[in-house]
């Protein structure tokens, strides 16, 4: 098996039969799509189950009953236990992909022999707009280490859905989603651009990340600027763990203020603003 693609379910009735079916249009008989029911209040597994019946992609889906709500990020980590596939995908049950973009992800890191390998984004909003994003330029050898990868995480894009990440790279340095309910994906990113020694890049390769307002992303809690700042925190026990905190310590501290503190006070602040 090529790819795991790992897709958490949760109240995707009305989008997970056309998100089977993009997948479905990537490398034919090379994909395994793992399904996690996060239990959410809708139909979206049965719809899924009943998609499989009629469609020749039926042996190609795997759901596992995540037993309760986990959330976004356990739910991935389920994934990435079950996923067989030499590399891990993760895409969400309301967005799309372009018809080559595992494809063109692999070939890339294959081709350098990478840990993970990004691609762009598209977001696309109800009105029609699209607004297309690219990560800094990689390597042409493929090195990430030094310079090269702090240049990239001064300025890289916190959309980890761009990537196909290596799946022994994953289980070698022990990396997954924390707990948290807010900013785990952007520290799962994290942790594998500091742990990673060779990347890939393909900029042709699009996500198209549907823009709307429901969108758990979108929703603010309470305790929303908090798990924002323990999902950071983190990052640093993980850099601390593997020896790359004191080489990237001044990057880490950016990233830590820019991406966790500075997004923390704009949701509290929404928050304040919300019950005034």
């Known amino acids: 098996m090529k790819v795991s ?5 949760y109240n995707a009735a009305s989008t997970i039969e056309s998100f089977l079916q993009s997948i479905d249009m990537q490398l034919p008989g090379d994909v395994e799509v793992i399904l996690i029911d996060d239990h959410g209040q809708d139909d979206s597994i049965e719809r899924a189950k009943r998609f499989m019946d009629v469609h020749p992609m039926a042996n190609k889906v795997v759901i596992i009953d995540g037993e309760k709500n986990r959330g ?6 389920l994934g990435i236990d079950a996923a067989t596939g030499e590399y891990v995908a993760f895409i969400d049950s309301d967005d799309w992909v372009d018809a080559d973009f595992l ?5 890339a890191a294959d081709a350098n022999c990478a840990d993970l390998a990004c691609g762009s984004i598209s977001l696309d909003y109800p009105d029609g707009r699209s607004v297309r994003h690219h990560n800094p ?6 090195l990430f280490k030094g310079k090269a990868k ?3 995480l001064r300025h890289y894009k916190s959309y980890f859905t761009t990537f ?4 022994q790279f994953l289980i070698e340095n022990d990396i997954r989603f924390p707990s948290t309910r807010c900013a785990e994906d952007s520290c799962f990113l994290a942790c594998c651009l500091l742990a990673a020694e060779r990347i890939a890049q393909a900029d042709e390769a699009v996500y198209h990340y549907v823009m709307t307002p429901h969108s758990v ?9 908090r798990n924002r700042i323990r999902s950071w925190r983190t990052v640093l026990r993980f850099a601390r763990t593997k020896g790359l905190y004191k080489p990237y310590r001044a990057i880490l501290f950016w990233l830590y203020l820019k991406k966790g503190w500075l997004l923390a ?11 005034s």
Not at 103 to 107: A, P
């Open 5 to 9: 693609v790992v897709c958490p379910v």
């Open 72 to 77: 976004p990020g356990g739910a991935r980590n």
């Open 103 to 107: 494809r063109l992800l692999t070939e």
């Open 137 to 142: 330029s990689v390597p042409t050898d493929g």
């Open 150 to 152: 702090l240049q990239f």
């Open 164 to 167: 196909v990440y290596r799946r």
């Open 217 to 225: 992303s979108h929703q603010r809690n309470p305790a929303r600027w």
């Open 265 to 275: 006070l704009r949701d509290l602040a929404q928050i304040l603003v919300k019950k």
